[in-house]
């Protein structure tokens, strides 16, 4: 099982085999639920700023640092970036709004393949766009001893933010690792594309309302439908990526 997406990807990058030692995650949309509180925070936040932007835009700079979406939409509809004030302020107003709504869920499965990997001894290295203090912070509560600040990428350590490989390459550098002996997990096009050119084996979780192509066409080499079928193969796919 997995073993023809895995040689794809080795005979992909020349190289001769995978020894799993950790796995990079991504936060919203695959540790916790909270895309549909981010695409609701995002509208009514841009809405006041005087934008155009449907919840559904939200799945698409999904991925993005708040300031590269903000950049995108003033580019959009006034013909230039975004100053540094409004940056600040549209960003304060969404995170507002987002800590307003009611509490994020933990992803189904998400602890459970944590649990998994921490009897397996592969380490687990956050990635995220993020720099909502909140949900970091929250991450400790429902996943207690799990991530450590060492080996934590947020919105606060990148220049570039996701689609660039770069949060993945931080990962990767924290994580003192090889291509190969890491593998990511991601629900965004943005952010697979991100850990794709990277070069990591990126596994996608479609965990939100695009179609399975989207996230397939972005460069996941492996996809599940959710956090729990995840969980439910994860010896399997250990096994074949530890050969
Ligand atoms: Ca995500």
Redesign the pocket.
Known sequence: MFEKERDKYLNRHGFEGMHLKAVLF?????LFDSMKNHSEAWHIAMTKMGFHFPKSEAYMH??RTGSGTINIVTQRELNRDATEEEKEQIYKIKSDIFNSLHDVEPMPGAMDLLNKLKTDHVTPILVTGSAQKTLINRLNLHFPNTFVPELMVTAYDVKYGKPNPEPYLIGKRKGNLELYEGIVI???PL?IESASNAGFFTVAVNTGPLEDRILIDSGADLLFHSMQELADHWEALRKCLQQ
């Open positions: 991504d936060m919203d949309g695959v999904e991925g991601e629900n965004a952010g």
